[in-house]
C-alpha cells in the first residue's frame, strides 16, 4: 500500500495564480485532511471531510477550496495565491478503529512558494 | 488557537541519555496522541493515549497523561541519534473526535 500520496512535491507560483494540490489515499479511510505547516506554529487545519461528500472547514480556511472528488481522493484549490500562503500542506486520513479512536496518516507535503 | 502546547521548543541530548517532552492543552479532551516528524517528511504517529488512562508503553516511549493539569509527556529512553526530529502532541477534543489540533512541537537533537 502506498498510504498516503500527495501531487506536487514542490510548487513555485507567482501572486494571483491558481492551482491544485492532489491527495489520494489507499487505505479505505471515511476522514482526509488538509493542514499547513509553518515554522514554529505546528500544523493547522484547513478543511477535513469527515466523510465522502461532506467537506468542513477547518481553522484557517481563508483563500482555499476542497472537493472530496470520491473516497480516495481529496484535493485543496488555491484560487489567486497570495505570498501569505507559502508553505508546507500536508494531506492525512484517518478512520475509526475498533476502540473508537482515531489516528491520522499523513503523506508526504506539498512545499509551495508564492511570489 | 493551538491547543496543544509543547515544552520546551528545542532539546539537545547525549545518545543514551533519556528526553523528556512536555504538553499541555486547553480543553476537555477525547484522547491525546503524539506524532513525529523527521526533517523534511510528514508526520507519523507514534502512541495514543485516552482521557482515561494515565500512563502508557510503547517501546522505548512512555507517555503519561494528567488530565486534572491538561498535560501530557513523553518519554524517550536510551535515545539514539535516529530519534533525532520533532515531537509534535495533538489532541482530539470531546466535541469532535476526528478533528486534531496540533501543538507546535519540541525539536530534539541526539547527539552521537
Known amino acids: 500500500n502506498a498510504g498516503v500520496t500527495q501531487t506536487p512535491k514542490f510548487q513555485v507560483l507567482k501572486t494571483g495564480q491558481s492551482m491544485t494540490l492532489q491527495c489520494a489515499q489507499d487505505?479505505?479511510?471515511?476522514?482526509m485532511y488538509w493542514y499547513r505547516q509553518d515554522p514554529g506554529m505546528g500544523l493547522r487545519l484547513i478543511y477535513y471531510?469527515?466523510?465522502?461528500?461532506?467537506?468542513d472547514k477547518g481553522e484557517v480556511p481563508n483563500g482555499y477550496n476542497v472537493s472530496r472528488l470520491n473516497k480516495r481522493e481529496f484535493s485543496l484549490r488555491l484560487e489567486s495565491a497570495a505570498p501569505s500562503q507559502t508553505s508546507v500542506y500536508f494531506c492525512?486520513?484517518?478512520?475509526?478503529?475498533?476502540?473508537?479512536?482515531?489516528?491520522?496518516?499523513f503523506g508526504p507535503g506539498t512545499r509551495l512558494l508564492v511570489l | 488557537s493551538q491547543q496543544g502546547e509543547e515544552d520546551p521548543q528545542a532539546l539537545s541530548i547525549q545518545e543514551g541519555e533519556n528526553a523528556t517532552m512536555n504538553c499541555s492543552y486547553k480543553?476537555?479532551?477525547?484522547?491525546l496522541q503524539w506524532y513525529r516528524q523527521n526533517s523534511g517528511r510528514g508526520l507519523v504517529h507514534l502512541i495514543l493515549?485516552?482521557?482515561?488512562?494515565r500512563e502508557k508503553h510503547s517501546g522505548r516511549l512512555r507517555v503519561t497523561l494528567d488530565t486534572s493539569k491538561k498535560s501530557s509527556s513523553l518519554l524517550i529512553t536510551a535515545s539514539r541519534a535516529a530519534d533525532t526530529a520533532s515531537y509534535f502532541c495533538?489532541?482530539?477534543?470531546?466535541?469532535?473526535?476526528?478533528?486534531?489540533?496540533f501543538g507546535s512541537g519540541t525539536r530534539l537533537l541526539v547527539r552521537p
Open positions: 493515549i485516552r482521557s482515561n488512562e
Open positions: 471531510s469527515a466523510s465522502e461528500g461532506t467537506t
Open positions: 487505505m479505505n479511510h471515511n476522514s
Open positions: 492525512a486520513s484517518s478512520d475509526v478503529d475498533r476502540s473508537l479512536m482515531e489516528t491520522q496518516y
Open positions: 495533538a489532541t482530539s477534543r470531546m466535541d469532535s473526535s476526528y478533528k486534531l489540533i
Open positions: 480543553t476537555s479532551i477525547n484522547n
